[in-house]
Nanobody, 126 residues
């Protein structure tokens, strides 16, 4: 049974950092594209970053580029999202999603993501 579980959310001040984790089970994470999405209250879901299957590389939305870093821990079967210099507008529920054999552009095709976690809440406030 394929499952994804996010963790690492919380309250942080503007300019602070958080590291989110997406623990995956039921599949080998390196053979799937893993993507992070977020949804703020009253807003539509948007893509944040994705990492492609089989070392296809990474991709970032413009609004997080140079602040967020996505990595994959194959031994832990977990994907991480390091978030630095957080802005109040980064506050949202963050979801990870998986697509077998997907590319690094996975955040552009959220409808193709077959598996989703339940999300972790990130608050950015002073």
């Amino acid at each position: 049974q394929i499952q994804l579980e996010e963790s690492g959310g919380g309250l942080v001040q503007p300019g602070g950092s958080l590291r989110l984790s997406c623990a995956c089970s039921g599949f080998t994470v390196e053979t799937y594209a893993i993507a992070w999405f977020r949804q703020a209250p009253g807003k539509e879901r948007e893509g944040v970053s994705s990492i492609g299957a089989d070392d296809d590389g990474t991709y970032y939305a413009d609004y997080v580029k140079d602040r967020f870093t996505i990595t994959r821990g194959n031994a832990e079967n977990t994907v991480y999202l390091q978030m630095n210099n957080l802005h109040p507008e980064d506050a949202a529920v963050y979801y990870c999603a998986a697509n077998r054999g997907g590319t690094r552009l996975a955040i552009l095709y959220d409808s193709a993501m077959g598996y989703w976690g339940k999300g972790t809440l990130v608050n950015v406030s002073s």
